[in-house]
């Protein structure tokens, strides 16, 4: 609790313990609260309690980070937390910079609003004790993957992740949870596999797991006696794995099965939470770790009349991000315009939401001079989202509280009867397609822009025609199951207020996120200044006198 | 010498773990995962540097960097501990997942399983 303590509203700077407390803070308190709920044991409302408090106090930490570590006008903007007091390259390394903060806020503000309306379908508490653990275990893999500085404790972060999200997709226990879990383990055994070969093949070429000092390694590696050329194919085995925790094409196909099968308060998160893993991923390891490697490369990219050329991994990882995001557009707004479910519908949006995100990525790797803006367009779309596409999981999970399902064919007329779904709905599938004043219309404009300033007019087209998809879909999703004359299930519907009440809050997020878009447009400049930063993440993580005892002699 | 032998290992090891992998029956594909993750720690193992056997290089390993003489490289085996722990909780997951599947859909063949999932995706 001296986190709480240390976050009373003072003005001056914070010491550098206090610092590396705060850095360590969300962690802990999320493993907290995990074992905590765990042992409630049989005393549902002690459970909740401790949930609630806990998510409350991981909001806390993450709002006291953003401040004092990131925005506030003498915020260092990095700091990290050396586990057991050990230096950077032995010891494990948590890090928050612009990049994780941006990433914690958005996991932190979806977390809480799919934990309160979680408490309202779980009435049967006995039968869901282990639902709040779960949950906490969740949001500790997801937290431990956006802090960690070493290339391991990814992969082990994303267990832990996994192994929670595994049991919350089997969690209902019916034939179409099973098999769903199962092909959903079965494909991550896989990818986690392909980690480790990753992981083990950078340690042989580079020397180090350590981001940092991988990232000054591959910055010089003649100091160090390394070849840059392996790191590229090595790194290309790490990117299919985040893009399967992304849910890019052509690793979507798990998607739609696992986010049906879980419960829509837990899809909320996966689509939330977990896929920005992936995103973050992708983000940090590309522009913070291996985009100054020397490699010389040349390169023409089909269709869309760019050449690629330059002197970075980055313009390997911008060809390969393009192909994915252009086919997770079209992939995912087609499936979305043919689903029999709000939640299909969702999933194949989810892929296709993605490739909004990935495609400014793209571009940001590929052409240096539009590094920084490509990352803040993708960041305000991931932000745009976790929000919009966090309310509309939980939307169904509130409409299936109300009416017993989620198919559009029993559903219509929802908006008569209970309008405090139909206008949070609304707004979130408005911000999904990209209306102003909405925080989506910033994600689209801002990816437009990038596009834009390509000078490519194929990379346009395909942003257009995306935007027209999501607009069809999301048009299709309102009517058949909001529009018309009620179905039989509408018309006995009775909604619940707290997880109305929860969607409003995320609708007047989104809108607040849009309105008051300033200081958001800030904190997404941090933190796509920070991923472009790699000596000052060296430097914080890894001071340079360490280069002396760690230089020449690697194979 | 080691080399190779690792080497051959790890290529076996993959070779049979998608071997099984692409079969019929989910039993088979959780050993084909298992050994699939196996592979993937010897050769976790195998990148902390192999040098022939001599009096001050350990067995299999000798350091990375600059090796002190008889020490092993403790990064690695500690990489491979936790990687073999995480292996293990999963495929006795997995294989508690194919006995619910089992339990679900009287079934542990793929191609019906697959096609109770399009009769999902019709509904």
């Known amino acids: 609790m001296s986190v709480i303590a240390s976050w009373t509203p003072m003005p001056a700077a914070i010491g550098a313990d206090a610092a590396s407390t705060l850095v360590v803070a969300p962690l802990l308190i999320a493993l907290v609260t995990g074992v905590a709920s765990l042992l409630a044991g049989r005393q549902h409302r002690g459970r909740i309690g401790?949930?609630?408090?806990?998510?409350?106090?991981?909001?806390?930490?993450?709002?006291?980070?953003?401040?004092?570590?990131?925005?506030?006008?003498?915020?260092?903007?990095?700091?990290?937390y050396q586990v057991g007091g050990w230096p950077a390259p032995f010891g494990i390394t948590l890090v928050v910079d612009g990049l994780s903060a941006f990433m914690l806020t958005m996991v932190a503000v979806i977390g809480i609003a799919s934990l309160l309306s979680s408490i309202r379908v779980l009435p049967d508490l006995d039968r869901h004790r282990y639902y709040f653990p779960l949950f906490h275990f969740l949001m500790v893999g997801v937290t431990g993957a956006f802090l960690t500085g070493d290339l391991f404790n990814l992969f082990v972060w994303f267990e832990v992740m996994l192994m929670a999200s595994y049991l919350f997709v089997a969690y209902d226990g019916g034939p179409l949870q099973t098999r769903a879990a199962f092909w959903y383990v079965s494909l991550n055994l896989v990818a986690s596999a392909v980690f480790l070969l990753g992981v083990g093949g950078?340690?042989?070429?580079?020397?180090?797991?350590?981001?940092?000092?991988?990232?000054?390694?591959?910055?010089?590696?003649?100091?160090?006696?390394?070849?840059p050329v392996p790191v590229v194919g090595l790194f290309g085995l790490?990117?299919?794995?985040?893009?399967?925790?992304?849910?890019l094409v052509p690793f979507q196909f798990w998607i739609p099965s696992a986010y049906q099968a879980a419960p829509p308060q837990i899809a909320a998160l996966l689509a939330g939470a977990t896929k920005k893993v992936g995103i973050y991923a992708i983000i940090r390891?590309?522009?913070?770790?291996?985009?100054?490697?020397?490699?010389?490369?040349?390169?023409?990219?089909?269709?869309?009349?760019?050449?690629?050329a330059g002197d970075s991994p980055l313009v390997f990882v911008g060809a390969a991000l393009f192909a994915m995001a252009v086919a997770s557009i079209f992939v995912g707004g087609l499936g979305a315009v043919g689903g029999r479910s709000i939640e299909s519908v969702l999933a194949y949006s989810s892929i296709g939401q993605v490739g909004f995100i990935a495609l400014p990525v793209a571009i940001a790797a590929a052409v240096p001079e539009l590094r920084t803006l490509g990352i803040v367009a993708a960041l305000v779309y991931a932000l745009n989202h976790t929000l919009a596409k966090g309310l509309l999981f939980l939307a169904v999970g509130a409409v299936r509280t109300a009416t017993g399902t989620s198919r559009l064919a029993e559903l219509g007329g929802l908006a008569g009867r209970s309008p405090s779904l139909a206008v949070p709905f609304f707004v979130g599938s408005l911000a999904l397609v990209g209306i102003p004043p909405l925080s989506g219309f910033f994600g689209k404009f801002l990816v437009f822009d990038v596009?834009?300033?390509?000078?490519?007019?194929?990379?346009?087209?395909?942003?257009?025609?995306?935007?027209?998809?999501?607009?069809?879909?999301?048009?299709?999703?309102?009517?058949?199951?909001?529009?018309?004359?009620?179905?039989?299930?509408?018309?006995?519907?009775?909604?619940?207020?707290?997880?109305?009440?929860?969607?409003?809050?995320?609708?007047?997020?989104?809108?607040?996120?849009?309105?008051?878009?300033?200081?958001?447009?800030?904190?997404?400049?941090?933190?796509?200044?920070?991923?472009?930063?790699?000596?000052?993440?060296?430097?914080?993580?890894?001071?340079?006198?360490?280069?002396?005892?760690?230089?020449?002699?690697?194979? | 010498m080691t080399a190779i032998v690792v080497a051959t290992v790890v290529g076996a090891l993959c070779a049979?773990?998608?071997?099984?992998?692409?079969?019929?029956?989910?039993?088979?594909?959780?050993?084909?995962?298992?050994?699939?993750?196996?592979?993937?720690?010897?050769y976790l193992l195998a990148m902390g540097n192999i040098l022939p056997a001599s009096p001050d290089a350990v067995p299999v390993l000798a350091g990375h960097g600059e090796p002190p003489s008889g020490v092993t490289d403790p990064l690695v085996q500690a990489l491979v501990l936790t990687a073999i722990v995480i292996g293990f909780g999963m495929t006795a997951f997995a294989l508690f997942l194919s006995y619910r599947v089992y339990q679900e859909h009287g079934t542990l063949a793929l191609a019906e399983l697959a096609e109770a999932d399009e009769a999902g995706d019709r509904r």
Do not use: C
């Not at chain 1, 048009?475 to 199951?481: A, G, K, M, N, P």
């Open chain 2, 16 to 42: 049979i773990g998608t071997y099984l992998l692409l079969q019929q029956d989910l039993v088979r594909v959780v050993w084909g995962l298992s050994l699939l993750g196996q592979a993937a720690n010897v």
């Open chain 1, 238 to 247: 790490l990117l299919a794995v985040f893009a399967i925790k992304a849910g």
């Open chain 1, 202 to 227: 950078l340690y042989a070429t580079a020397g180090s797991l350590n981001m940092a000092d991988l990232s000054r390694r591959l910055a010089e590696p003649a100091a160090y006696g390394i070849d």
């Open chain 1, 50 to 80: 401790v949930s609630l408090f806990g998510a409350l106090a991981y909001l806390l930490a993450v709002v006291a980070i953003d401040w004092y570590l990131v925005l506030a006008p003498d915020a260092p903007g990095i700091a990290t």
């Open chain 1, 451 to 555: 596009a834009a300033r390509t000078a490519s007019s194929a990379l346009v087209i395909v942003v257009v025609a995306g935007s027209v998809l999501s607009l069809v879909y999301a048009t299709r999703l309102w009517t058949r199951s909001f529009w018309g004359p009620p179905s039989t299930a509408v018309e006995t519907a009775v909604t619940d207020h707290v997880q109305a009440a929860v969607l409003l809050a995320l609708a007047l997020a989104i809108v607040g996120v849009g309105v008051g878009f300033e200081p958001v447009y800030a904190f997404a400049e941090a933190g796509a200044e920070a991923a472009l930063d790699a000596d000052a993440y060296v430097e914080a993580v890894d001071p340079a006198d360490e280069v002396s005892t760690g230089s020449g002699g690697d194979h």
């Open chain 1, 285 to 308: 390891l590309s522009f913070t770790v291996v985009g100054d490697a020397p490699v010389d490369v040349s390169l023409a990219v089909p269709f869309t009349g760019l050449e690629l």
